[in-house]
């Protein structure tokens, strides 16, 4: 092989062996940061439907059954619940709470909280029931008072429920 040629072969690969050698060391430093964010939804609120029908409260009788069921409005978000209370709305003039004993829900609680799914319900009952909502217990009565309830004759009793 004449010099020439093999001068060029010589220089060829070391120009290779070098250009490799640069790559391989060759690199950036560089340093950094950045910001993101993540949305939190928010549940669409419970809505609770009265089951149970009283009629007939009159003084002095048994106390009438609240049955109610709890519904998630949210079809994606489940909802815990710890307390439902009971209230009483407006009354027919000369009729109020004074004339009438509610027994309060004992399901659920803050011990026993009670799940409802996206979408999903939950009935509770006040007697003869199983499961995570039942039996409550709820009660609504008419007190037999030493005064003349005849106000109360043919009322509705509005009842409302607050849930937590």
């Known amino acids: 092989m004449n010099r020439r040629k093999r001068f060029s072969a010589i220089a060829g690969a070391v120009a290779v062996v070098l250009a490799g050698a ?4 060759a690199y950036w430093t560089t340093s950094g940061n950045g910001t993101g964010s993540a949305t939190v939804g928010t549940d669409a609120g419970v809505t609770v439907t009265q089951n149970s029908t009283m009629t007939g409260l009159v003084p002095g009788a048994a106390a009438k059954a609240i049955d109610f069921t709890v519904s998630n409005s949210s079809a994606t978000t489940d909802v815990q619940i710890t307390s439902i209370v009971i209230g009483f709305g407006t009354f027919a003039a000369g009729c109020s709470s004074a004339d009438f004993v509610l027994v309060q ?22 007697t003869g029931a199983s499961g995570t909502g039942a039996p409550t217990g709820a009660s609504i009565a008419m007190i037999n008072t030493a005064s003349n309830q005849n106000a109360c004759k043919l009322s509705t009793v509005n009842l409302t429920y607050t849930v937590s």
Request: no cysteine; aromatic share 4%; net charge positive.
């Open 22 to 25: 640069g790559v391989a060391v």
């Open 105 to 126: 829900p004992t399901k659920p609680s803050v011990g026993t909280p009670v799940t409802i799914v996206g979408g999903g319900s939950q009935a509770f009952t006040s």
